[in-house]
């Protein structure tokens, strides 16, 4: 699966944005995908997740309660709700499709990486 992610931009703190994540390939519906950040001088994590099939959606504790991801697989795109932004979220947003085991919180990814969209938060 390659991917392509979009709509990041800057917003104050407590605003919202939502990514985009378009993919290609016919695969997509059955891969389980993750959305990652990485933040300056930080490693790259995975923060929220979706399930191939049932849809589950897994989070994170920095982001639960605030992003919601979801998938529309006849369009081969996923999505990050993201509201209640804070300063801390700031970071450039990848997506990628997810290795058969996964955990939130690991560097890599399945298939090949976007040039991301960064997300600024200002305070």
């Known amino acids: 699966v390659q991917v392509v992610e979009s709509g990041g931009g800057l917003v104050q703190a407590g605003g919202s944005l939502r990514l985009s994540c378009a993919a290609s390939?016919?695969?997509?519906?059955?891969?389980?995908m993750g959305w990652y950040r990485q933040a300056p001088g930080k490693q790259r994590e995975l923060v929220a997740a979706?399930?191939?099939?049932?849809?589950?959606?897994y989070y994170s504790d920095s982001v639960k309660g605030r992003f919601t991801v979801s998938r529309d697989n006849a369009k081969n795109t996923m999505y990050l709700q993201m509201n209640s932004l804070k300063p801390e979220d700031t970071a450039a947003y990848y997506c990628?499709?997810?290795?058969?085991?996964?955990?939130?919180?690991?560097?890599?990814?399945?298939?090949?990486w976007g040039q991301g969209t960064q997300v600024t938060v200002s305070s």
């Open positions: 990628n499709s997810l290795p058969k085991v996964w955990y939130l919180g690991m560097s890599g990814g399945f298939g090949s």
């Open positions: 979706i399930a191939k099939g049932s849809g589950t959606a």
């Open positions: 390939g016919s695969t997509f519906s059955t891969n389980s």
